[in-house]
């Protein structure tokens, strides 16, 4: 795990209760916004996989479909992804319309049977085999693969106590440079980033070759960030 430690962002407010600092001191008050970032290499990984069939009717369409899908979750079974890793997003028979030239209007052509698997996977070193299965199974199309950490829940309390770190070192120096000195914290609030994920991935699912070589998937490290924003006492020099 390498961790990087962003600040930024960084305002004062000096005297907001209105009183000079010669008069009031201990009433003046510093603003200070800081972030901390973790950086780490993603241990899990999720993805859709699309199963769809087209027909002359909607039952057809969803015998069709569903066969397939028997057919897709057999395959995950054998790549060794349990039931539970891979429920069931969405399931839908919509009719399917074409343009008719001579008639000047949309004709009804058929239907659409979409079944979207949602698969999760521990393992990232065996994330190419599953999706090779599934789609010498049958799937149609691999949707929106995105990464995560195991360890979200470490990691973002580290990156909460970089955050804080880095606001008090830039309350404190802030504090110097305005010819003080810091005082105690009077409030904080945090605020969670949205993760830098890396550009998902969309493709259509390639029908398998005798010997097909296996599907390499190799995620970027992603970053976790936390941001907040505090209040400190500024303690100001005495006028003598």
């Keep these: 795990m390498k961790t990087r430690l962003l600040s930024f962002l960084v305002s004062a407010i000096l005297g907001m209760s209105c009183i000079p600092l010669h008069a009031g001191a201990e009433e003046s008050q510093l603003l200070v916004t800081a972030t901390g970032t973790i950086s780490v ?4 990984a999720e993805f859709g996989i699309v199963v769809k069939s087209e027909a002359k009717t909607a039952e057809k369409a969803s015998t069709e479909a569903a066969a397939r899908y028997r057919s897709v979750q057999d395959g995950l079974r054998n790549a060794g992804i349990p039931a539970d890793y891979a429920p069931s997003s969405s399931y839908t028979v919509s009719p399917r319309w074409e343009w008719d030239q001579s008639a000047g209007r949309n004709v009804l052509a058929g239907y659409t049977a979409r079944h979207v698997i949602r698969v999760r996977v521990r393992k ?7 999706i090779d299965a599934a789609v010498q199974a049958g799937a149609d199309e691999v949707l929106n693969i995105t990464f995560s950490s195991s360890r979200y829940g470490t990691l973002r309390e580290a990156a909460l106590a970089a955050a804080m770190g880095n606001a008090k070192s830039d309350a404190a120096i802030m504090a110097k440079a305005a010819g ?7 409030e904080a609030g945090e605020s969670q980033l949205p993760p830098r994920e890396r550009p998902q991935m969309e493709f259509m699912a390639m029908k398998a070759a005798p010997a097909p070589a296996v599907t390499e998937i190799a995620p970027s490290d992603q970053d976790i960030s936390v941001s907040v924003t505090t209040r400190w006492r500024f303690i100001g020099t005495p006028v003598k």
Excluded: Q
Aim: proline share 11%; aromatic share 0%.
């Design 124 to 130: 990232l070193d065996g994330i190419g085999r599953v």
């Design 180 to 186: 003080g000195r810091l005082g105690p914290l009077i």
């Design 41 to 44: 290499k993603p241990d899990m």
